[in-house]
């Protein structure tokens, strides 16, 4: 069964930081190139970062990169992204999801975990 579970949301101040888990379903998705999403309000969801399967290539949306940095624990099966400096236009429902293939890419996700809530407050 594939699953994929987000935590670590919540609120924070600008400026502050959070650090976002996504566990995975073991076998299926242990080297399976991950990525993370967020959706704000009123808008459509839209790629943050993405790492391949073994933990390299990491890339990012600009407007996070130096501020955002994904990383993976594939023993753990949990993907993370420590999000720093937040801005209140980072507020969003932040998704975890995996690709078929090890590559990382911003599209071609096939399984998506259900969301964690990011609210950045002035």
């Known amino acids: 069964q594939v699953y994929l579970r987000e935590s670590g949301g919540g609120l924070v101040q600008a400026g502050g930081s959070l650090r976002l888990s996504c566990v995975t379903s073991?076998?299926?998705?242990?080297?399976?190139?991950m990525g993370w999403f967020r959706q704000a309000p009123g808008k459509e969801r839209v790629f943050v970062a993405a790492?391949?399967?073994?933990?390299?290539?990491?890339m990012y949306e600009d407007s996070v990169k130096d501020r955002f940095t994904i990383s993976r624990d594939n023993a753990k099966n949990t993907v993370y992204l420590k999000m720093t400096n937040l801005k209140i236009d980072d507020t969003a429902v932040y998704y975890c999801?995996?690709?078929?293939?090890?590559?990382?890419?911003?599209?071609?996700?096939?399984?998506w975990g259900q969301g964690t809530q990011v609210t950045v407050s002035s």
């Open positions: 790492i391949n399967g073994f933990g390299g290539s990491p």
């Open positions: 073991q076998e299926a998705l242990r080297y399976n190139a």
């Open positions: 999801a995996a690709r078929s293939s090890s590559l990382s890419d911003r599209v071609g996700y096939d399984y």
